[in-house]
């Protein structure tokens, strides 16, 4: 009896990941291709979807090698992606511009005059906030720059779809991709037709809406041969990372949340329906057709940590950089930091926002400053998933990925400062496993979606400690009043 596998090819802001897995969760091999991002002026930040396209099959083609697998023991391959990409593709699928991905900031002055104008509108029609990071806010900017790929554009792609559309000719997106756009109606599953009309283009320059069990085949025959699999095999279109992390760490129950931080970071709830913030401090992403994800992002999770290491021109292992924080006690004798070096999405939505350290004295070492960035980031977390809290109720479980799950000292300071059990699953490839899952629910290997809690290899739960617990909350009141006493110097 020949064994069966499954990938999850994981196309995210930092890198190309692929991932092949046995059909109950048990990772086999991974391979890593690292992006390039371009920063040509301030606030600007690109990448090439064509060496990203070329990254995704190579890492295909080696993770099989890897795993040293027949390709037809391989079924099938779903796709995760990061979120807010935008391509101008030209009539021939050609692209003529650079991918501008989540972090370009370019458009912030349209997004300041939507939310000006109409921002509670828009967020009512699309459960996402108003942001630079959005499809809909890049494409105003295009049009009132007269940003000359935009004039020239058949259609308006993420990376992912650039991907599907190369390798099937097909040009389709997922709920959740399609939701994150800002031009989605997630109540409608439709393309919302005023804002289309805001951002100067047409519903046929999109791509058909899917759901992420869309079963795709008849793959370009040359780029098969390049990834060395069957071209008969069937690719899932799965859906973003945020909902696959979820799906793949096995946050999908009432009162389980997922965080993430790699990178960047996100805290991440799975629920029924449409559900969005009076304040618009979250967004509401569909997944399938009745279930959403809300949640919030923040610009500054693990990148912030790099800074501080950088910036203290630090040559150890990241591991023994944050060891050091062991040696200040909770609370950093007195710094807090507001870690909004790159700007902010969740909760203060304020590309302008800056980093700060309050309460600097004399006697204060690397290891205060290590502690209080690692306190700031999680507070910032914690202060997104209060407003969670506040649509769906509290967490009862947490489950963590990311670079950062790596770490005990960070993971008892998620379960002390939430006052939650913190799960970690063995595997740290989450979002590939749940766009893996996603595809073997498409070709009927699997019963459902919930079923994946009965294949994911846990750890052992850090619990919280009850007296860290207090003293985090008094700590926590603090946070909040400097975030919202700095508002007014952020311009």
Request: with cysteine; proline share 4%.
């Amino acid at each position: 009896m020949s064994s069966e596998f499954v990938i999850g090819l994981d196309i995210g802001t930092t890198s190309v990941k692929a991932c092949v897995f046995t059909l109950n969760g048990k990772l086999v091999a991974d391979v890593e291709k690292l992006n390039t991002s371009f920063y040509p002026h301030q606030g600007w930040v690109e990448q090439d979807p064509i060496e990203i396209e070329q990254s995704a099959i190579l890492a295909i083609r080696e993770v099989i090698e890897k795993a040293a697998i027949d390709r037809n023991e391989l079924v099938t391959i779903g796709f995760s992606a990061a979120m807010h990409s935008l391509v101008c593709i030209d009539e021939e699928g050609t692209p003529i511009s650079p991918a501008l991905i989540w972090a370009d900031g370019r458009s912030y002055e349209q997004a300041e005059k939507i939310i000006n104008t109409r921002g509670d509108k828009v967020y009512s029609q699309t459960g996402t906030p108003i942001h630079p990071m959005t499809p809909f806010v890049k494409l105003v900017w295009m049009k009132e720059t007269e940003y000359e790929p935009y004039k020239r554009a058949q259609y308006f792609m993420s990376i992912k779809e650039y991907l599907l559309q190369c390798w099937f000719g097909k040009r389709v997106i997922d709920y959740s991709m399609a939701s994150a756009t800002g031009l989605f109606n997630p109540e409608t599953h439709k393309w919302e037709q005023e804002l289309l009309e805001l951002a100067g283009i047409k519903e046929k320059q999109l791509s058909e809406i899917v759901p992420p069990t869309k079963a795709l085949t008849g793959i370009n025959q040359a780029k098969a041969e390049e990834m060395g699999i069957n071209p008969q095999m069937p690719f899932v279109v799965g859906a973003a990372d945020g909902q696959l992390a979820n799906l793949g760490i096995g946050a999908i129950l009432p009162g389980e949340v997922a965080v993430s931080v790699g990178t960047s970071g996100a805290i991440r709830q799975l629920t029924k329906g449409v559900r969005i913030s009076e304040n618009q401090e979250t967004f509401c992403y569909s997944f399938t057709e009745d279930t959403s994800i809300i949640g919030g992002p923040t610009n500054n999770g693990g990148v912030v940590l790099q800074w501080l290491k950088d910036l203290l021109e630090d040559d150890r292992s990241f591991t023994d950089f944050l060891a050091d924080a062991k040696k200040a006690a909770p609370g950093a004798d007195g710094i807090l930091f507001l870690p909004y070096l790159n700007g902010e999405r969740a909760p203060i939505w304020n590309q302008r926002a800056k980093g700060n350290f309050y309460g600097v004295s004399i006697t204060h070492k690397k290891e205060h400053f290590i502690r209080a960035v690692l306190e700031g980031i999680t507070f910032n977390l914690y202060q997104i998933g209060k407003t969670l809290e506040r649509l769906a109720g509290a967490p009862q479980k947490i489950f963590v990925n990311g670079g950062l799950a790596r770490s005990p000292l960070w993971l008892q300071m998620m379960a002390d400062i939430f006052e939650a059990e913190i799960y970690v699953s063995e595997s740290h490839h989450s979002a590939a496993w749940g766009a893996a899952w996603t595809a073997l629910v498409a070709i009927h290997k699997v019963e459902s979606f919930e079923d994946i809690k009965k294949n994911i290899p846990m750890g052992k739960a850090t619990l919280p400690n009850k007296d860290t617990s207090e003293i985090y909350k008094r700590i926590y009141q603090n946070y909040i009043e400097l975030a919202k006493d700095m508002k007014k110097y952020f311009r």
